[in-house]
């Protein structure tokens, strides 16, 4: 089963407003590793031509890219209040 | 004057602990959680070990939302083609229950309610965005820009605590103190449930596993849980080894898991209910954090309370504990009125006799062990060809034990030195 038929099941209260975590392009430019599109879980980093996309409203909230990101592009806050993932197991 | 005696930020089980054992003693308790329900931010890759809780909520095997008690035991070792155990039931625990499966969103909305029916006003879909800190002193807590005051603040905030990271409480993680934890929920009859595990009624099986067929030098564990009519499944990457290898994705890694040929068999037919991942706290005694300060303290997670040794897993238990331990602290602060650094190293004290801190210390280096290539790959090769031999007749004249195993160290990659070397430390650890 592919992981986007994976993250399909689960419900987000997605905020329109507010990205939870950027990146800084210039750093992700210039990545050697771009270690983040193997680590996240939920892919919300990919490679597209080459160039580092990230898309927040997927984002699980589980603080690996945080940890993954050793050259300093990756600026984690938490959703504001209520919004992002929802989980109904846990 | 404070608004709240006690602000406690994050209703998972370290911090409606403490908030349970304060209000209930008539404590003014603000509980703020950004998951509106509680628990629906929270994932666990854990049993509860759940005897703490007595100490706070005397019923709780009656009322709380447990899914089985753990009956059946299982550390296996995974290779492409074998699987090779420990499976340990046991009635023993049937009277007295050890552990239970949970499911945290179900859980932790219990422990919430809880905290509110003792007293604790509970506030959920709210983030905190910061410390209200104020001559050195934490005073309260930040939400849009207003502050919130309370003679102490515990943070609960689970294994990624971004305030106390943004307070400079906690220092960011390295590689080495965390894991990446993907977990996946099935849907499987209660009936096939209890057949499939060898399982009666509410009896549970509990498994860990080392995947030791992983390619690439990476290393990662499985676990594996019953729930009523559920299965919670899952793996814990260490995140050194891949990225060093640099081109494995960590979801990968769960969908091999699920496809291993005697781990499919076990969710055949069930239907995914829920994916989620959250990184797992790894960190050793060496980098806990300090867990108290000037009007402020650390519990659970956000203190660097996990454990783990392969065979099993423990963190639910001390974030109950030492959220005990910071609830106990405060009421006795409040009948001093300080709440200094000095009059919350109580909780310093108490930590130091308990479990949390204990296990940490006599287990320091647990985790160089517990990721080593001995583990992950030697062991589980070595046994995977000698019982092969043992077990199994192909012909042959047999063969005595010495034999069997020197062929099969042979048969590593590891020399003769680095094994008794790495051996010794394990035992040693252990």
């Known amino acids: ?90 | 004057m404070s608004e709240f005696d006690a602000i406690v930020v994050g209703a998972g089980p370290a911090g409606s602990s403490a908030a349970i054992k304060m209000a209930s003693q008539g404590l003014k308790v603000l509980l703020v959680e950004r998951g509106e329900p509680p628990g629906s931010k929270n994932v666990s890759g854990g049993i509860l070990w759940g005897k703490d809780l007595d100490a706070i909520l005397p019923d709780w095997e009656k009322t709380a939302p447990l899914e089985r008690y753990v009956e059946r035991k299982v550390t296996s070792f995974l290779t492409k083609d074998s699987e090779i155990s420990i499976d340990f039931k046991t009635k023993k625990f049937e009277q007295t229950k050890t552990g239970y499966s949970v499911l945290r969103t179900k859980f932790d909305q219990y422990l919430a309610k809880r905290a509110s029916q003792a007293g604790a006003m509970v506030v959920s879909g709210i983030t905190v965005d910061g410390l209200a800190i104020k001559d050195g002193r934490v005073i309260g807590v930040i939400n849009e820009g207003d502050t919130i005051t309370g003679d102490c603040v515990i943070l609960a905030e689970g294994p990624n605590p971004r305030v106390a990271m943004a307070a400079g409480l906690r220092s960011k993680p390295e590689d080495t103190d965390v894991a990446i934890g993907v977990k996946q929920v099935y849907k499987l009859s209660e009936a096939a449930i209890n057949e499939r595990f060898n399982l009666r009624q509410n009896s549970g099986f509990a498994g860990e596993y080392v995947l030791s067929y992983l390619e690439n030098d990476i290393f990662a564990g499985g676990f594996l849980y019953t729930n009523k009519d559920t299965i919670s499944m899952g793996v814990v990457i260490n995140i050194e080894t891949l990225r060093r290898d640099g081109r494995t994705h960590s979801y990968d890694i769960m969908e091999q898991f699920v496809q291993h040929p005697f781990i499919s068999r076990l969710v055949e037919g069930g239907t995914l209910q829920e994916y989620s991942a959250h990184f797992v706290y790894e960190g050793g005694y060496e980098s806990l954090a300090k867990p108290y300060g000037e009007g402020y303290m650390l519990v659970g997670d956000t203190a660097g309370f996990s454990f783990s040794n392969g065979m099993i897993l423990q963190g639910m238990n001390y974030a109950i504990s030492s959220g005990i331990m910071a609830g106990e602290t405060v009421i006795e602060a409040k009948k001093d009125n300080d709440f200094s650094e000095k009059s919350l190293s109580r909780y310093m004290d108490r930590l130091e006799k308990s479990p949390a801190i204990l296990d940490k210390k006599n287990f320091a280096g647990m985790n160089k062990v517990v990721w080593s290539s001995l583990v992950h790959r030697a062991v589980p090769e070595m046994l995977e060809s000698s019982l092969g031999m043992m077990l199994y007749e192909n012909g042959e004249p047999k063969k005595h034990l010495t034999d069997i195993m020197m062929k099969s160290i042979s048969s590593t990659e590891l020399t003769k030195k680095d094994l008794i070397m790495q051996g010794y430390r394990l035992m040693r650890r252990m």
């Open chain 1, 1 to 90: 089963m592919e992981v986007e038929e994976k993250l399909a099941l689960l419900n987000y209260k997605t905020d329109p407003e507010y990205a939870h975590i950027t990146v800084n392009p210039k750093i992700c430019e210039t990545c050697p590793d771009h270690f983040c599109t193997f680590a996240c879980p939920a892919k919300c980093y990919t490679l597209i031509e080459g160039k580092l996309n990230f898309k927040y409203e997927d984002c699980v909230e589980c603080g690996t890219c945080d940890v993954a990101c050793s050259h300093g592009s990756v600026a984690w806050t938490n959703p504001k209040g209520g919004h992002g993932i929802k989980y109904k197991f846990g």
